[in-house]
């Protein structure tokens, strides 16, 4: 009987285990998941102001209807969170390259149209 007691308490530690295992991989590849779409929200957020800053006139701390100059800066945005750096890839008349490179090892890119927001280009 203390046979089979030993082999069942060492196949249950092995399961136990393989679950905690399990469960911190888990965890890591949700909580990069999680800091993706928080870092697409900001980019939104940064890009939806940075459209507003292309319709106003200079007088006014705007763009004049061109994106060339624009900086986060502009628009007393910080370039990095505790998530990510965000940076300006380029800025011109009709275009505006937004990027975000996360600390949990991801990039986030997005286009800046003066009247749309393209699609996230996530890289893991």
Not at 15 to 37: E, G, M, P, R
Not at 89 to 96: E, F, P, R, T
């Amino acid at each position: 009987m203390g046979t089979q007691q030993l082999l069942l308490f060492v196949l249950v530690a092995i399961i136990v285990a393989v679950a905690i295992a399990l469960a911190v991989v888990y965890f890591k590849s949700n909580q990069q998941d999680t800091d993706i779409n928080e870092v697409i929200n900001e980019l939104n957020h940064i890009a939806a102001t940075a459209q507003g800053w292309y319709r106003k006139p200079p007088t006014m701390g705007g763009g004049n209807r061109s994106f060339t100059g624009f900086t986060l800066a502009t628009i007393s945005q910080p370039d990095s969170t505790d998530l990510a750096k965000y940076q300006v890839v380029s800025a011109n008349s009709g275009l505006l390259q937004l990027q975000a490179i996360g600390y949990l090892n991801f990039t986030v890119a997005v286009n800046v149209y003066p009247d749309s927001i393209g699609s996230f280009s996530v890289v893991r």
